[in-house]
Each structure stands twice: as structure tokens, then as C-alpha cells.
């Protein structure tokens, strides 16, 4: 195992007001329980599993949610932890030939394939599970938000295959080329949907395609995602995985671990100076867009808010309410406790 630099989290530049709905310790332990009723995650690991907190990061970054809307957040956040971890473990076992059957079964799913086609991979827990929560978002979204929703999901997962790709043994991808896959791979873009048909926000298409919001997403998931290297630095470095934007900077560069995490610091600062630029300017692009509707108006303006609750929330969750980023076995690079290797066996 390569010795890990000792280095200490910045403060980042984030000049954001941080709030919290009041309801992210149930939705913490309604969350969990799922995870376990589905099969996701074994009863005895489910105290460990519930402590990566993805309630109370629902609850930081859903401003004026319902208590439902909160829940079914947080156990999509369960759900993509679990993803997350278990591709992890077939990345490590040698054994990527078994995702491609999980994976296709959930883009099929999303992109509304008819429920009776033969599907080997049905009644696995991580698709099944998938197939229930998708119906629920899908059913409280408008359908502007069900297509971006259906586009996000298959994208995520492909962005998953891009990541794996780079942990082949020897190889180092380009940091542009990492910063383009880390974007989806974040799977932020699918749980910003669901906040925004929570929060009853629809940028019309044509908006939402336009450079200056592009710009402000892409930004506003940047900053999210840099901060998120830094916090699983240690546990990322110590297991020899490349999809992290400190430990590329510092392979590249030839810096040191704490060099590198400055150099992620000043590149989180400058991102978060490219979102403000690209808020105020967004009157500007309106205008020449020719949006005049005050309803879409108002739409990108709340789409702003948000991005500003995940910026800090996302920071202040890592900080104050999940012990993942702190757990001994996740900063030696051993799999999580919850991982269950026989998870993602099809048939």
C-alpha cells in the first residue's frame, strides 16, 4: 500500500448559507431500514451503513421539502451509495463481466422497456430496488423533469463503465478527460432532478440547454465533486484508484499528497468564482435567449438556489453528518463493511 502524506481538509471557498430541513434523522433511519427490507445491505452492517448519513445530506440540500419527498431522496442516496460501493468491489474481485447485466436492467427500466421482456437480471436486490424507486420519482416529476431524469440515469451509469476504464492497472486518465467523467459519475445529476420536481422547479428545455446554464451546472457539480475527492482522498490513494482529481494533479505534477490538495483547493475557489460569474450574467443570457416569461425566469433563478444548498450542504454533510469519509477501514482502502459480494451475482 503506497504511504498516504498527511494532509488536513480545507476550509473551501464556498459563500453559501448553509440550512436543513428538521426531518433528516428520520430519513436517515427510514432510509436505512429500506436498504435492508430490499436486500441492499445485511441487517448487522445496517448501524455502519445508516452513518454514511445520507438523510441528513437529503435534508441539507432539499430546502422546503416534504418529509416524503425527503425520504424517497435519501433512499435514492442509499441506493447510489450502495451502486457505488458494489461496482467498486467487482472493479477490485476481476469481476466487471457481471455489471453490464445489472446495468443494462436498470437503463432498460428507466427508459420505460416493457416490464414482461426477459431480464436476467430482474430480480437482483440492486435492480429491483432501482425499479421501485424510479417508478416513485418518475410519478412525482413533470414530464419536462421525467426526460432529463430518464437521460441522467443511463448516462450516470455509463460514466461508472468510463471509471472503471481508468483504474485499469498502469493506466492514468488525462485530468480534462477525468473532470468530464467525474460529473456524472458523482450521480448528481438524476438527485438534482428530484429536488427540482420537489421544489416545483421546470427550466424550460431550450433554457436549460443554453451555454449559461450548462455553465452554471457544470460549475456548480465541479466544486461538489472536487470537494469529494479531497474528503475520500485517503481511502481513494490507499486502494490505487486514479478517479480522483488530487491524486491525478499530484501524478501529473509531480506534487506531494498536501500539495495537490491545495491544488484542488485553488481550482474548487476559481469554479465557485466561474458559478457566481455565470449567476450574475444569467439576466443577460436570458434576455438574449429571449425568455421574457416570468414563470421561467423565477425557474432559473430557484434552479440557482439549489445549486448554492448542494455546494454547502454536500461540504457540511462530509464535515458534520457522515462518518464514511472518517472510518478507519474506508481511509485504509478495505471495501466497506456493508459490501456484499454476493450482491451482484445475476441468475
Not at 485553488?266 to 458559478?275: L, N, P, Q, Y
Amino acid at each position: 500500500m503506497p504511504h498516504l502524506d498527511p494532509f488536513t481538509v480545507p476550509e473551501f471557498h464556498l459563500p453559501f448559507e448553509g440550512s436543513k430541513e428538521p426531518g433528516g434523522d428520520r430519513a436517515n433511519a427510514e432510509a436505512t431500514a429500506w436498504a435492508v427490507d430490499r436486500g441492499l445491505v445485511e441487517a448487522e452492517a445496517a448501524e455502519q451503513f445508516a452513518g454514511i448519513g445520507f438523510g441528513h445530506l437529503a435534508a441539507r440540500v432539499s430546502r422546503g421539502a416534504s418529509s416524503g419527498e425527503l425520504v424517497l431522496l435519501a433512499e435514492w442516496m442509499a441506493w447510489s451509495f450502495v451502486l457505488d460501493d458494489q461496482h467498486d468491489h467487482l472493479i477490485r474481485s476481476g469481476r466487471l463481466d457481471d455489471w453490464k447485466p445489472l446495468s443494462d436492467a436498470i437503463t432498460r427500466h428507466v427508459g420505460g422497456g416493457p416490464a414482461d421482456a426477459p431480464e436476467p437480471a430482474r430480480d437482483n436486490p440492486l435492480v429491483s430496488s432501482f425499479a421501485e424507486l424510479c417508478d416513485r420519482v418518475l410519478a412525482g416529476m413533470p414530464p419536462l423533469l421525467q426526460g432529463r431524469y430518464r437521460r441522467h440515469v443511463p448516462r450516470m451509469l455509463r460514466s461508472l463503465d468510463e471509471e472503471a476504464a481508468n483504474r485499469r492497472p498502469g493506466h492514468r486518465p488525462a485530468v480534462e478527460d477525468y473532470v468530464l467523467t467525474r460529473r456524472h459519475s458523482s450521480q448528481l445529476l438524476p438527485m438534482m432532478d428530484m429536488v427540482e420536481a420537489a421544489q416545483g422547479i421546470e427550466v424550460p428545455d431550450e433554457v436549460d440547454a443554453s451555454p449559461a446554464l450548462t455553465e452554471l451546472a457544470w460549475s456548480a457539480i465541479d466544486v461538489i465533486s472536487w470537494g469529494n475527492d479531497v474528503f475520500s482522498l485517503p481511502k481513494e490513494y490507499s486502494c490505487g484508484d486514479t478517479n480522483n482529481l488530487a491524486v491525478l494533479l499530484a501524478d501529473g505534477h509531480g506534487l506531494t499528497l498536501p500539495e495537490a490538495v491545495r491544488a484542488v483547493e485553488e481550482r474548487i475557489r476559481a469554479r465557485v468564482e466561474d458559478f457566481l460569474a455565470a449567476a450574475r450574467d444569467l439576466p443577460r443570457a436570458l434576455d438574449a435567449l429571449g425568455v421574457t416569461d416570468p414563470v421561467a425566469r423565477a425557474a432559473v433563478e430557484r434552479r440557482v438556489r439549489s445549486y448554492e444548498d448542494w455546494m454547502i450542504g454536500a461540504d457540511l454533510w462530509q464535515r458534520h453528518d457522515c462518518t464514511r469519509y472518517r472510518d478507519e477501514r474506508f481511509a485504509a482502502g478495505r471495501e466497506a463493511a456493508y459490501t456484499r459480494p454476493d450482491l451482484v451475482t445475476v441468475g
